[in-house]
């Protein structure tokens, strides 16, 4: 008789773990929207949230550092008409963040340093082109300053920022509601799950189907689908019988998936969560209060279930931070920030080791904020790898973050000048803050001077 053989992997014990108290956001009042995206975005600097706004939509962006209890009357990013629906920060400058609104447009806004101190009702930039609400924002991966928005016009949008204008119009693919819409890593594909039941891969630039899959799953409620390691699909959605599924895809072979696995009967939709570097997946569903997470490997079963973390609380959205924000000396390997009725709390996912030292099998080179391609070669044909970075000793920024210019002439919204001043006092205070910090090397290196000359 043979003995089953435990499959060895190096994220079997990960295990995930709140913070204290004292480290959460708290009294912050999370949007009652009732729509399907994560409602938080987050970066090594700053974390956003949109939050409930009488009359017209509104989200709330803090310096990570800022915890515990926020005061009821800190500035918000106010400038939508209509509720907020979906918040992202550009991968290329943590200051950058678009939001997509109940009022048809998108904006695009610039966090000074330190986080807001008014509150902010000029965006940089204003993006018009949608007939209806939009509720899926992506930044492009590799590309600077190129922005995919999806609406519920059926229509998606692939912007170039910096100019304020729409330069591919995909919109006689999809004929009922847009689910989901993501970029696969180097950014020369969409993937899109429709309420058609059509799961497609496009090229973004032609706006044309490569391939698509109908029926992933069964069940007539939401589709979620993201690319993982390799081109391959994972999607998540619901049977027939309405009980929540996970499957595999390659896209080489849509026939049938390389593996369905069921899962539960709730009735959150589930948004997963890939990380590259270790192929792990999270599936944090809505509703509910737990956060399941699977390896996606090379062998059968190819997804393979690790672990769960489970709580009393259930979560509003997520948050999901890259991976140069993560404390790397406590073999940290994610970090969600869990959105409650009124308060954010990070959890935080840990592989125990021993050693205090760089486990360079838990951390290979990952994706740095810096872009490959300019906006105006990539929509001319361009495609631009992601420049990796190590972290080794910490993620440290060698050069200035990626400046967000915009092209004032070519504009077809005007912003306002109240952007622009904002914009040159944030210089003016990090010139002042850098004077600062030489005046007092300076002061240390004369005394060191002085002492080593009353020795002499």
């Given at each position: 008789m043979s003995r089953k053989v435990v499959r060895s992997s190096k994220f079997r014990h990960v295990f995930g773990q709140a913070v204290k108290a004292d480290q959460c956001y708290d009294d912050i009042r999370i949007s009652q929207m009732t729509w399907d995206s994560n409602f938080c975005s987050v970066n090594p600097k700053f974390v956003a949230m949109i939050v409930d706004a009488s009359g017209g939509g509104a989200f709330i962006v803090l310096p990570l550092g800022k915890t515990g209890r926020i005061d009821m009357s800190y500035p918000t990013v106010c400038g939508h008409t209509g509720p907020v629906l979906d918040i992202e920060f550009c991968p290329h400058?943590?200051?950058?963040?678009?939001s997509g609104s109940e009022d048809c447009s998108v904006m695009i806004w610039e966090i000074p340093e330190g986080g807001l101190t008014t509150q902010l009702t000029e965006p940089v930039v204003k993006l018009e082109g949608h007939s209806k609400r939009v509720g899926i924002l992506s930044w492009h991966p590799t590309a600077h300053n190129v922005l995919l928005t999806a609406g519920c016009d059926n229509v998606v949008i692939l912007w170039n920022v910096a100019r304020g204008e729409a330069v591919v119009r995909i919109d006689s693919v999809h004929t009922d509601l847009i689910y989901s819409a993501c970029w696969n890593p180097d950014g020369s594909q969409i993937l899109t799950s429709c309420k058609d039941k059509t799961m497609r891969v496009l090229d973004p630039r032609k706006g044309t189907v490569l391939i698509e899959k109908e029926k992933p799953h069964e069940g007539s409620r939401p589709i979620r689908a993201v690319f993982v390691s390799d081109g391959k699909i994972l999607s998540t959605g619901f049977s027939r019988m309405s009980e929540r599924q996970v499957a595999l895809w390659d896209p080489n072979?849509?026939?049938?998936p390389m593996t369905l696995q069921e899962l539960d009967t709730s009735s959150g939709v589930l948004l997963p969560f890939f990380d590259p570097d270790t192929g792990i997946v999270y599936l944090c569903g809505k509703g509910d209060s737990s956060?399941?997470?699977f390896e996606v490997t090379d062998e059968a079963p190819y997804v393979h279930y690790l672990s769960m973390y489970s709580s009393k609380e259930s979560q509003k959205g997520m948050g999901y931070m890259p991976k140069r924000g993560l404390e790397v000396n406590k073999c940290e390997i994610s970090r969600f920030y869990k959105l409650h009725e009124r308060k954010c709390e990070p959890v935080v996912m840990t592989v125990p080791r021993k050693s205090d030292l760089f486990q360079e099998d838990l951390y290979p080179d990952t994706i740095g904020p810096e872009p490959s391609v300019e906006a105006d070669d990539w929509f001319q044909g361009k495609?631009?790898?992601?420049?990796?970075i190590s972290l080794k000793d910490g993620f440290v920024a060698t050069t200035k973050a990626k400046e967000f210019k915009v092209?004032?002439?070519?504009?077809?919204?005007?912003t306002a000048s109240a952007g622009n001043q904002q914009d040159n006092s944030g210089e003016?205070?990090?010139l002042r803050k850098e004077v600062k910090d030489l005046k007092a090397a300076v002061e240390e290196l004369t005394k060191r001077v002085k002492a080593l000359e009353s020795q002499d």
């Open positions: 400058n943590d200051n950058i963040i678009a072979n849509f026939g049938e956060i399941r997470y495609d631009g790898q992601p420049i990796r092209h004032k002439s070519l504009l077809k919204t005007t003016v205070q990090s």
